[in-house]
């Protein structure tokens, strides 16, 4: 294995030891004792990373298209494990499958959680999931924007012709756009705190779901998710910042450095993401009114909140939406799988798949007509090549495969086919809630079998990854030369 | 409309109408009084079809590529409306929609029922429905031999090649490949009616259920279906023809033409489908074995008949497979979405675009590592072009997508998520028994809505027309010139 794969990770874990500080500091500041689960985590995680680093000082330092795929998941997983330590070694008696499931539902902002009454858990322990939520959140937009393009995965290649062509009238270097995309993410987060605490959260409340919000991660303070606050202004601010969390923050930069402020309009997924987005709250909203009458405004502000919440992948709650009619748990299964943009913290199948696979089916249909003629595929001002389409109906095809795959193992565990296909669904597209009564909007994971959670574990890192970037390991020729 | 749409259609109407007479026989010699909707009936379908031929007669011939589809989809539409008379007509109280739904269920070889007490139902009307089956078997066969390669529909251009290279060695043209391919299917449905008359079936019966067995269609004459025989010989000899429905009868050609007799094991399709339906059959019969523990051979057979009707489309019950155990719902839907071999009766995905989604996984794997490289993808020894790798990965798309939106359809009419799916993906399937208590193999579908079974009436219907030829009508250009 290259050095540099095992350097990076051991530099990752090191530096998620010393993060381990901010939880504990907050339980010192408690009086609680579970501050030394975090001392005990930051101390192994620090050595073991310092370790590494040092193994691999000074070696030759070229990454391959390999060690981009190794360090990838390298690091996905040794963030996992690490980042579970502090819920294991806790007093709470987390087992080692829970504080596992926790810490990847974390940092893959997924959301689903085998924690209950979590309104009596240590400031630390909220913090620490918030954390990773927030910190998985920008290295998936980090991934996005430096990573997949680069490894072709999905279709993300046409996001590279951005980063080439365009990106160097604003900024000369992948990393320099890094950087302004997580300076973007903290202005969004601080604005999200703010918001949050103007509308009546605690400081530390506002924090926890700024950070989980803008991450589209939707892990709460309370088993009740933002229904517990019971304040409409709230879940409207919540539907306004999981939204500016699912758009493309290479947007945001792009929109800063325009002249004329059309960086938004222009993009090849924005507004047509906002444009489905809206129709499905609309059809929500009046799905809602047929079936349970009520205020216009309520109904739009509950169907405008559940449908953000799945479509960005987010996941907060704010009353059992399964509860709408007898259509309710169908409309939602779908939704969860769509997501939100490419390049942004939100998962799913995402927007610009979307319109590439309906561009797809049209053309198609159109060279069945008349096979000899050519059609040019466009998305926004970028050229749907073959190759590209073929990325993304394969990313479908993998997909909706692993979707099957996970259903199919998670009922082979004794798990019934609707909660096994809704919870597939949820950790594959990182959204949260499944359907049925075990794990839908106001259940947990907790009673699932232990089996059953571990392969939840895989659903959410291969959902994260893209499938592909797992999926090469299993070539024969992949660890051959 | 080019003439020779109407003329056909007429000339099918017409036929069907003089079909009508064998059921009428059949009453007439029960003393039963429904002769006489079949009567009607064929003079509707007679006087209609006469009077199209007459209008069109003499006009110019010429197929272009538009009149292929409207041929496609109009046939289909208009015999499913005919052959929908004498149920509509009948002492039975049978309502427009019941009788639609079963005629497109039966002419789809789907098998789905809203017929109950069918060991009440007069010997005319069981014959008719196994009738409608057996046309409907050997007209997908036709379709999918002569048709779709022309249209390109879903890949089945591949079989495009097979009949201009290598038949013409055999036989020079494709109408003549269609008689012997009804050859074949004559003789298979006489050996499968001695074999079922030899194991204890009356002759009536057997014939019914040949009928139904080598159309891979489902529909019986009891409501129990094969299970109402209790015999085990019955249950494997439906297996051994329900299996021979769903091989490519192209094979069977080629087979009785070619010296060594090496077609079946050299075919594309014939080997990897046997492979995976024996080892699904072994993994159920596992399953089985784990969760009712009782004679090797019991379960063998149960698995067997059972993973044989759903994966061949033909929907058979031997009793109720569903409460085999918590992970039997699970794997029996995702068996219904899988299918027999292209070119045969059965419905669904089908193995050779299975093969090739496979193989397109693998390749797309590979290039991510080594992008410069060239596979050449193969299936038996057709080269998997660009264009017919679209075109499949399309079918898919398509094919889940279908099922997304009836399913979403479904549950807005009120059905629960389990049944709509379930009832989305036998339809579109063509296979018949959905899963849940209400259309589950022990149900029928005659508790659901009128719009449920409109909506799945176009289910069946795209689903037997591979989609695609469905698609093009919605095109804004099909409809100008």
Redesign the interface.
């Known amino acids: 294995m290259n050095p540099i794969v095992l350097f990076s990770i051991g530099l990752l874990m090191a530096a998620m030891g010393i993060l381990f500080s901010i939880p504990a500091i907050i339980d010192i500041s408690n009086h609680n004792p579970d501050w030394k689960a975090f001392a005990e985590s930051s101390a192994i995680a620090v050595f073991i990373g310092i370790s590494l680093m040092l193994l691999t000082w000074g070696r030759t330092f070229c990454l391959g298209?390999?060690d981009g795929?190794l360090l990838t998941i390298g690091s996905w997983v040794a963030m996992s494990l690490v980042a579970a330590l502090p819920f294991w070694f806790s007093s709470h008696e987390i087992s080692f499958t829970n504080a596992v499931f926790e810490s990847i539902s974390g940092l893959t902002t997924t959301g689903s959680t085998t924690f209950t009454h979590l309104g009596s858990m240590p400031p630390g322990f909220l913090l620490w999931r918030a954390m990773l939520q927030w910190i998985g959140g920008i290295g998936i937009i980090v991934m996005a924007v430096s990573l997949l393009p680069f490894?072709?995965?999905g279709g993300m290649q046409l996001y590279r012709m951005e980063t080439s062509d365009q990106y160097d009238k604003i900024t000369p270097r992948i990393a320099d756009v890094c950087l302004r995309i997580f300076g973007i993410y903290v202005l969004l987060s601080l604005a999200c705190v703010i918001t949050y605490w103007s509308l009546g959260m605690t400081i530390f409340e506002a924090l926890i779901h700024a950070m989980t919000t803008i991450s589209t991660g939707g892990f709460s303070t309370s088993d009740q998710s933002l229904g517990y606050f019971k304040a409409p202004a709230i879940e409207w601010a919540a539907v306004v910042f999981m939204l500016a969390g699912s758009l493309p923050f290479t947007v945001y930069i792009r929109f800063l450095h325009s002249p004329n402020r059309t960086a938004f309009t222009l993009d090849s997924q924005t507004l047509p993401f906002m444009t489905y987005t809206i129709v499905t709250i609309c059809l929500g909203a009046i799905y809602l009114e047929m079936h349970q009458p009520s205020a216009i405004l309520d109904s739009l502000r509950i169907s405008a909140f559940s449908v953000v919440s799945i479509i960005t992948t987010t996941g907060y709650a704010s009353g059992d939406y399964l509860g709408w009619?007898?259509?309710a748990?169908?409309?939602f299964?779908?939704l969860t799988l769509i997501g939100g943009c490419a390049g942004s913290t939100s998962g799913g199948l995402k927007a610009f798949r979307l319109l590439a696979?309906y561009k797809?089916?049209?053309n198609?249909?159109?060279?069945?007509?008349?096979?000899n003629s050519l059609y040019q595929m466009k998305l926004g001002d970028r050229d749907l090549t073959?190759e590209s389409?073929?990325?993304v109906?394969?990313f479908?095809?993998?997909m909706?495969?692993s979707l099957?795959l996970i259903?199919?193992a998670?009922?082979?565990t004794?798990?019934?086919?609707?909660s096994?296909?809704s919870a597939a669904a949820t950790s594959i597209a990182n959204v949260g809630p499944g359907?049925g009564t075990i794990i839908g909007p106001t259940g947990t994971f907790a009673p699932l079998s232990n089996a059953a959670k571990w392969i939840l574990d895989v659903g959410m890192l291969i959902g994260r990854l893209e499938y592909?970037t797992v999926?090469?390991l299993?070539?024969p020729?992949?660890w051959k030369e």
């Open positions: 298209r390999r795929y490894l072709r995965v009619g007898a259509g748990a169908t409309f299964f779908f696979l797809g089916i049209r198609q249909s159109q060279l069945l007509q008349f096979p073959k389409m073929t990325s109906y394969l479908f095809l993998v909706i495969s099957g259903t199919l998670l009922s082979m004794g798990l019934d086919f609707i096994s296909i359907l592909f999926l090469v299993f070539l020729n992949f």
